[in-house]
């Protein structure tokens, strides 16, 4: 998953859950990149939260292999 900002923003954090509130990826090491690896996930259907100095971002993903 690739994730971009507008570049005002940092991200502080990025989290994947499942539909079933699991926790399934965290990331908080972004200096290098904006990518994190998901490929360890089953297919189907995931919610992801982005954290950023001032906002908080909620968005569904669908992965298929």
């Known amino acids: 998953v ?4 507008d ?9 994947v859950y499942n539909l079933m509130g699991q ?13 994190i690896d998901v490929s360890s996930l089953s297919g189907g259907t995931y ?8 906002k908080r971002i909620t968005k569904k993903i669908v992965i298929k292999h």
């Open 23 to 35: 926790k399934m990826l965290a990331s908080s090491n972004f200096e290098n990149s904006n990518e």
């Open 47 to 54: 919610i992801v939260l982005l954290q950023t100095e001032t």
């Open 2 to 5: 690739f994730v971009q900002t």
């Open 7 to 15: 570049g005002k923003e940092t991200i502080r954090k990025l989290e």
